[in-house]
Nanobody, 123 residues
């Protein structure tokens, strides 16, 4: 069993900053890629940023230059620093992790999601 717990969401004014955190815990052998996704009302969930275990990063065009993804491998934690926030960034932000895990003597690799954290940017 692997759990992802997000924190750091809330309400911020346009132009402001916010930092999201997501910690993975449980039956973990290793955490591979970690990422942040978001889903606005009436829209599909979309990738915001991704970081591999080798610290290679990938950003959605909407996030480039404003958001920074980073990770703390020792604590299986991923962060999303969001600057110059816009009302269009308002969404529920979800953490995702590709984890090498184990259960009942078997090892396997699977993706896990956090419960989501609301980010609201007021104009």
């Amino acid at each position: 069993q692997v759990q992802l717990v997000e924190s750091g969401g809330g309400l911020v004014q346009a132009g402001g900053s916010m930092r999201l955190s997501c910690a993975a815990s449980g039956s973990i052998r290793s955490v591979n890629a970690m990422g942040w996704y978001r889903q606005a009302p009436g829209k599909q969930r979309e990738l915001v940023a991704l970081i591999t275990s080798a610290d290679n990063t990938n950003y959605a065009d909407s996030a480039k230059g404003r958001f920074t993804i980073s990770r703390d491998n020792a604590n299986n934690t991923v962060y999303l620093q969001m600057d110059s926030l816009k009302p269009d960034d308002t969404a529920v932000y979800f953490c995702n992790a590709d984890v090498s895990t184990y259960s009942h003597g078997y090892s396997f690799r699977a993706g896990f999601w956090g419960q989501g954290t609301q980010v609201t940017v007021s104009s």
